[in-house]
């Protein structure tokens, strides 16, 4: 099987796992790289957040992956996740937006890496800035704000980034570009309640973003009204409100549930090496073992504020 056969047979294996992809040429990750620091650099983007958000990425690719070689960005549609907590005979579902969940980076990561090996090839997974590789890739195009999305997938989606050795037949690098839908369009604006989405620059007040408040610790500011939270972990108002997503909004995929006891454990702080393993587990299952820093936080705005009515005699711990 010659080159260009083979990568349009890579094109294929994505497309069957139910996926999307596109491959550039590894020596682009340089123009990523300053596209980050331009952030920095012109004082843009919040300092706290270029330090938790864009930072730590893998600029320096193994040396067995030369210039000529490749990075497959892929999208795997992901729907966003309802789990149910117990509390004082009380059932609360709630939500986890789209991407949360690795289970399909594996999937993914393990088709790919069966097809190239057996053509020859290494596959490793890379640490980049996913969003921003779509976009250049010409996989996604941003939406005002600042979320990625893809024809008839929305924003519903995963994205993973790896490294290859398979020669790049096909580089589809470009500049970035904004939905020509979001050019007129105000939803998001109206939608997030914060002010992060701007219609003076184009690039998210990021720092203002409920996502990024709530994934880490630390007390919620003054500022943010407890009502506006509606996630577990992350934000869904922007996305639910865009057209963009008129259809993929109402996917949802109800799973797992946590007890009375999981529950309170979690408010209470108990850290993962004493909680059960089952909600380990489970915490795992649904990408959340990282963020338990932040749940029993999230957790209790959320208890207050859909049980406040019927439980404002109860101390949330």
Same mark, same amino acid.
């Given at each position: 099987?010659d ?6 047979s890579?094109y294929s ?5 139910g996926?999307?992809g596109k491959?550039v040429?590894?020596k ?5 790289q300053l596209?980050?620091?331009r ?13 938790k958000?864009?930072?730590?990425f ?7 992956f ?7 960005i892929t ?7 309802q789990v149910?907590?117990e509390?004082d005979?009380?059932k609360l579902?709630?939500?986890i937006p ?15 890496k ?11 997974k ?7 590789l ?10 005002r704000?600042?979320?990625?999305y ?6 519903y989606?995963r994205?993973a ?10 580089d589809n690098?470009?500049e970035?570009e ?6 007129? @369009?105000?939803? $998001?604006?109206? &939608? =997030? %309640?914060?002010?992060? !989405?701007?219609?003076? #620059?184009?690039?998210l007040h ?7 408040k709530?994934?880490?610790p630390g007390k ?6 407890p ?6 972990v992350? @934000?869904?108002? $922007?996305q639910e &409100? =865009? %057209?963009?997503?008129s !259809?993929?909004?109402? #996917?949802a995929e109800?799973r797992?549930?946590f007890?009375?006891e999981e ?10 090496k004493k909680l059960p393993q ?5 915490l ?16 209790e705005?959320?208890?207050?504020k859909?049980l406040?009515?019927?439980?404002k ?5």
């Amino acid at each position: 099987m010659d080159l260009e056969q083979l990568t349009a047979s890579l094109y294929s294996v994505i497309c069957q796992a139910g996926s999307r992809g596109k491959i550039v040429a590894i020596k682009h990750l340089s123009e990523l790289q300053l596209d980050i620091e331009r952030y920095q650099n012109t004082e843009i983007v919040d300092q706290d957040f270029y330090d938790k958000e864009l930072s730590g990425f893998d600029w320096e690719y193994p040396e067995e992956f030369s210039d000529e070689r490749s990075v497959i960005i892929t999208a795997t549609e992901q729907s966003k996740t309802q789990v149910s907590f117990e509390f004082d005979r009380h059932k609360l579902l709630l939500t986890i937006p789209p991407t949360y969940s690795y289970e399909t980076d594996n999937k993914i990561e393990s088709i790919l890496k069966v097809f190239l090996n057996t053509a020859g090839y290494t596959l490793r997974k890379a640490k980049l800035p996913l969003k921003l590789l779509s976009v250049r890739s010409g996989l996604a195009k941003y939406g005002r704000n600042n979320v990625t999305y893809i024809e008839k997938m929305g924003s519903y989606y995963r994205l993973a980034a790896f490294y290859t050795n398979l020669p790049c037949l096909e580089d589809n690098w470009q500049e970035v570009e904004l939905n020509k839908t979001c050019i007129k @369009c105000k939803e $998001c604006f109206k &939608a =997030c %309640p914060t002010g992060a !989405i701007s219609s003076e #620059r184009f690039l998210l007040h990021a720092e203002k973003c409920l996502t990024f408040k709530n994934e880490f610790p630390g007390k919620f500011p003054d500022w943010i009204d407890p009502k506006w939270h509606n996630c577990l972990v992350g @934000c869904l108002l $922007c996305q639910e &409100a =865009c %057209p963009l997503n008129s !259809i993929v909004k109402y #996917r949802a995929e109800e799973r797992l549930s946590f007890s009375e006891e999981e529950s309170r454990l979690i408010l209470k702080k108990i850290p993962k090496k004493k909680l059960p393993q089952s909600t380990v587990n489970k915490l795992k299952e649904l990408g959340l073992e990282e963020y338990l820093n932040v749940l029993p936080r999230n957790l209790e705005v959320l208890i207050n504020k859909y049980l406040v009515d019927e439980l404002k005699d109860n101390v949330i711990y």
